[in-house]
Nanobody, 123 residues
Framework: QVQLVEFGGGSVQAGDSLRLSCKLSGRTFSDYAMAWFRQAPGKEREFVAAITSNPSTTDYADSGKGRFTISRGNAKNIIHLQINNMIPEDTAVYYC????????????????WGQGTQVIVSS
């Protein structure tokens, strides 16, 4: 059974940094894209960042450029999201997604999702 598990969320102060991680377990593929999305209370789930493999490329939502960094761990089935200089607007549940259909960086294009990890940023 394929599963995604996120970890690393928590409560931080504005200006702090946080690193989220996501591990894909179960059946794996040699080449696939993984991504981070987030959903704030009362808002739709939005794209944050994505990383592909073979070749390895990254892409970011405009709101995260400069503060968010997505990377792949030593094992191809682990990705990280480094968030620097956090602001209260970063408060959301952060979700990891995998098995992209190759279209756009939108939620319906991903088949597998993690359970999410809560991030709260206080001012």
């Amino acid at each position: 059974q394929v599963q995604l598990v996120e970890f690393g969320g928590g409560s931080v102060q504005a200006g702090d940094s946080l690193r989220l991680s996501c591990k894909l377990s179960g059946r794996t593929f040699s080449d696939y894209a993984m991504a981070w999305f987030r959903q704030a209370p009362g808002k739709e789930r939005e794209f944050v960042a994505a990383i592909t493999s073979n070749p390895s490329t990254t892409d970011y939502a405009d709101s995260g450029k400069g503060r968010f960094t997505i990377s792949r761990g030593n094992a191809k089935n682990i990705i990280h999201l480094q968030i620097n200089n956090m602001i209260p607007e970063d408060t959301a549940v952060y979700y990891c997604a995998a098995f992209w259909d190759g279209s756009q960086w939108v939620a319906p294009a991903f088949r597998i999702w993690g359970q999410g990890t809560q991030v709260i940023v206080s001012s």
